[in-house]
């Protein structure tokens, strides 16, 4: 079989969809099964994965890598590839495509709240990925709080998509191998103050919060810190530099734009503390990849949150900034709330593994 995959979310300074993609196509270049088949990666520019060309052969279509780019350029660059199949791991597909198409829908929150995006951005989104899951032959979604979105926001058939969740790997250099045993912390060792925040910074989580709510903290607990490593996307947009600064918070908050992967395995080995206030995703991986180098989460009371890390994580209600920083200083210093957590930590990571979930991705391609 051939499988035509749109790569563009691996170019560049990948982010979810990307480290999504690039999780599946890992196993499957190591994978006895998927020998079977030619993957073809199509791109506007070099795609940022190391793979065997003769395996995993990039096309690179010039373009901007748009939606435009997407839906006109792709359907002409496909046809003399003779395709039997296109997997689109990031919301959208060309519609304009005459082969089964498998879509990745990881959320909605385009769907669910319109004022966290611009109008003409949301209302494309909106538009094209509704048509997209209507026209796939089937779709995957990495959460059982997402089948449900999609069932009741897009009124998709439930035997259509699959549930899927992806793998987990590590960030700590000490813990290499995915879904590792996260290590309980000696109470003898100097403790650490770090609180780490990891994703790009939308509204809906809440980053100038989690500022506010570590304000305290910093005041009370010298040398205490708070890394925040994220690109700034949110709309309306929010100033986190002014945030800082009215905190009086320059010399223990440090925001990172983008940091390279060594230095983000750096900064989870450093880091006591994991804090994501988010109140919408469709999963939230870095949450899972802090437990994974034994790092225990804070994280905003939500169904999804529930269904990702059950046991093994803290969590606080919304709008409440005294409970994240009670939340933030029980785990920076009470050693039996962090091994109670950590302790649950193997049986929640336990259900994300790379090589299921793309054997799993795989088994859709195969079946549609």
Partial sequence: MRIGIDARELCGR????????????????????ARRHEFLLYSAEPVGLSLDARRFPTRLVPGPGNWQWEQMKIPRSTRADHLDRWFAPAYTAPLRLEIPTIVAIHDLSFVAHPEWFRVRE???????????????RAIVTISEFSKRELIERL????????????GVVSTSPQSPTPNP??????????????????????????????IRAFGPV??????????????NRSYPRQDLR???????????????EYVTEAELHD?????????FLSEYEGLGLTPLEALAAGVPPVLLDTPIARESCGDAALYVPANDLRAVTQALERLLFDDAARERLLTAAPGVLARYSWPRAAHDTLSVFEAT
């Fill in 14 to 33: 990948a982010t979810g969809a990307g480290r999504y993609l690039a999780g599946l196509l890992r196993q499957w270049a190591v994978s006895d099964r």
């Fill in 122 to 136: 949301g209302v494309r989104r909106r538009w094209v990925t509704r048509q997209s899951a209507r026209a796939a």
């Fill in 155 to 166: 009124d998709i058939p439930a035997d259509r998509i699959r549930v899927i969740p992806p």
């Fill in 181 to 210: 045993q996260p290590s309980i912390p000696n109470p003898k060792l100097p403790i650490a103050s770090s609180v780490l925040y990891v994703g790009s910074i939308f509204n809906r989580r809440h980053v100038p919060d989690l």
């Fill in 218 to 231: 910093a005041r009370s607990h010298a040398g205490a810190s708070l890394d925040i490593v994220g690109d």
């Fill in 242 to 256: 002014r945030t800082i600064e009215a905190e009086g918070l320059p010399d223990s908050v440090h925001w990172h």
């Fill in 267 to 275: 900064l989870y080995s450093r880091a006591r503390v994991f804090a």
